[in-house]
C-alpha cells in the first residue's frame, strides 16, 4: 500500500523550533523528489520546500533561513526542521512525493497541524 505518514505537527510559541517527519511506503523512495506544502485556514496550498531524489534542495523565500529539508533513503523518510516559527507559519502541512521520472505520479499524505501560538 503505498502511503505518507506525517507526524510532528503541534502547538509551539514564537520563536520556537519542530521538526515534521514523513515516511514512506509502498514506494522506491529514491526515486521520488520529496516536498512540504501547506494550507493556513482560508488559503491555497503553497510549496514550502523540496528535495530532489538527488539531494538537491529549494526552499519558499518565507522560510528560507529557518526550515531545513533532508532525507534519509535507509529509513525512506524526509524531515522538515522548523526554527524561528512565526504565527504566519500555523497551517496544515503535507507531505508530497513526486516520481522524478513518471509525469503525474505523486502521493500525497494526509496532513500534521502546525499552530504558532503565544
Known amino acids: 500500500q503505498v502511503q505518507l505518514v506525517e507526524s510532528g505537527g503541534g502547538l509551539v510559541q514564537p520563536g520556537g523550533s519542530l521538526r515534521l517527519s514523513c515516511a514512506a511506503s509502498?514506494?522506491?523512495?529514491?526515486?521520488?523528489?520529496m516536498g512540504w506544502y501547506r494550507q493556513a485556514p482560508g488559503k491555497q496550498r503553497e510549496l514550502v520546500a523540496i528535495i530532489t531524489s538527488g539531494g538537491s534542495t529549494n526552499y519558499a523565500d518565507s522560510v528560507k533561513g529557518r526550515f531545513t529539508l533532508s532525507r534519509d533513503n535507509a529509513k525512506n523518510t524526509v524531515y522538515l526542521q522548523m526554527n524561528s516559527l512565526k504565527p504566519e507559519d500555523t497551517a496544515v502541512y503535507y507531505c508530497?512525493?513526486?516520481?522524478?521520472?513518471?509525469?503525474?505520479?505523486?502521493?500525497w499524505g494526509q496532513g500534521t497541524l502546525v499552530t504558532v501560538s503565544s
Open positions: 508530497n512525493a513526486k516520481h522524478t521520472n513518471i509525469r503525474n505520479l505523486e502521493v
Open positions: 509502498g514506494i522506491i523512495f529514491s526515486m521520488y523528489d
